[in-house]
């Protein structure tokens, strides 16, 4: 699996498309634009390059207060599984505020997880990477983020 890896970069050097998103992300926060079709139109951006983005960019105010992180697990059936990666959670600081594990079809289950990174002591992406290292995990994401 690739590991991901986050950069901070200066509003002026990103590209139009990525700056255009961040704009349409404001409209629809603020609720300046009733759809994501009204917020493309309003932002002069195609809802092709909104979707593209919308989950790669991000404002770094957002980054920094969010402490609340939502994730995706598709696992493997495996005994032991879901414990040794909430421990890799837990080693990092995090609280496990909400679990859902659906039952395992075809040995494999999907598991979502709810933490707080409000003591978290590495960063997320250091997190997320010893989580996609473990054998039995085939795909980790990042469904949402909240305060």
């Known amino acids: ?17 990525m700056r255009k998103t ?10 300046k634009a009733d759809s994501v079709a009204d917020a493309v139109q309003q932002a ?7 979707y593209k983005y919308r989950d790669a960019v991000f404002p770094f105010y957002t980054m920094v207060k969010e402490q609340i992180i939502t994730l995706f697990f598709h696992l493997e059936d495996r005994s032991g599984a879901l414990s040794r990666l909430l421990q890799i959670v837990a080693d990092s600081g ?17 598991v979502t997880l709810s933490i707080s990174t409000a003591g978290m002591a590495d960063d997320i992406n250091t997190v997320m990477n010893q989580l996609r290292k473990l054998e039995f995990v085939e795909k980790v994401e990042i469904l949402g983020s909240g305060a």
Not at 1 to 17: G, H, I, N, Q, S
Not at 44 to 50: C, G, N, P, T
Not at 94 to 110: D, K
Request: hydrophobic content about 40%.
């Open 44 to 50: 002069d951006l195609s809802r092709s390059a909104f």
């Open 94 to 110: 995090c609280n496990v505020l909400s679990i859902h594990q659906t039952i395992p079809l075809q040995g494999r289950a999907n």
């Open 22 to 31: 961040l704009e349409v992300k404001k409209l629809l926060d603020r609720k």
């Open 1 to 17: 699996m690739k590991e991901e890896t986050f950069y901070l970069v200066r509003e002026d050097v990103l590209p139009d498309a």
